[in-house]
């Protein structure tokens, strides 16, 4: 096989997962600047990818330019994870109706595999897992709503959604509760509930506000 050079898109494209992996993992901290030639000398590539990607991590909120300072990753404060929580909130509870009218039983038993992925991270105390687990659970349930722009918004915020789940340290206890929380969940889903199903999904979104806007008002 005749390997051929990658077009620069594809370069950026994977630098940039790379990086949001990286930032998603808490190897680079909150408000750490992101310095392009220091970059491009640990992935082995040219500064212009590099500047290419943080742009894209940039439009989905990741990260932020300062002019005359640099590339910095981003800090979700008490208004960004308001703002986030209550939009979630909103379209949690949309996905959730519309998917209670159109699950099937194979969809249904995906979802119970998920809780069960989570119930499983939360037993061995693997906090990244948790978090993979809980979003791929929420964004199967945007996917069974049939509504395409509905699942391009989750997309479009699931990683921010990843970063205030990593960085929000008071979010996942690791004691069962978030399991226990998405079971009525998925049940309603089951039940082919819409009402009930509308209703817990914007709870559980309005349930993080308690938890984490609310203590980071207080310790700002």
């Known amino acids: ?11 950026r494209d994977r630098v940039a997962n790379l990086l949001r992996e990286a930032i998603l993992a808490g190897e680079f901290a909150p408000g750490e600047r992101l310095i392009e030639s220091r970059l491009a000398r640990q992935l082995g590539t040219s ?5 290419e990607a943080l742009v894209l991590l940039e439009r989905q909120g990741l990260v932020v330019k300062v002019n005359n300072r640099g590339t910095f990753v981003s ?12 939009l979630r909130a909103a379209i949690d509870a949309f996905a959730a109706r519309l998917a209670a009218e159109r699950a099937s039983e194979a969809d249904i038993a995906r979802l ?11 037993q061995t105390g693997d906090l990244a897992a948790l978090t993979e687990a809980h979003l ?39 004691d069962g509760d978030e399991t226990d ?28 506000i308690d938890q984490v806007v609310v203590e980071e008002e207080q310790g700002a």
Not at 75 to 86: G, I, M
Not at 112 to 117: I, K, P, T, V
């Open 1 to 11: 096989m005749q390997l051929t050079a990658l077009p620069p898109t594809s370069k």
């Open 47 to 51: 500064q212009t990818p590099i500047r």
């Open 75 to 86: 800090r979700l404060h008490a208004r960004e994870l308001r703002e986030l929580f209550t």
């Open 112 to 122: 119970r595999e998920l809780l069960a992925r989570m119930r499983a991270a939360e």
């Open 136 to 174: 791929q659970l929420h964004e199967a349930i945007y996917r069974l709503s049939g509504h395409g722009l509905l699942a391009e918004v989750f997309d479009l915020i699931a990683p921010r959604m990843s970063q205030a789940l990593t960085f929000a340290e008071n979010l996942f206890k690791l």
């Open 181 to 208: 929380c998405h079971v009525p969940l998925v049940d309603a889903l089951a039940a082919r509930n819409p009402e009930a199903a509308e209703r817990i999904a914007r709870e559980l979104a309005l349930g993080w």
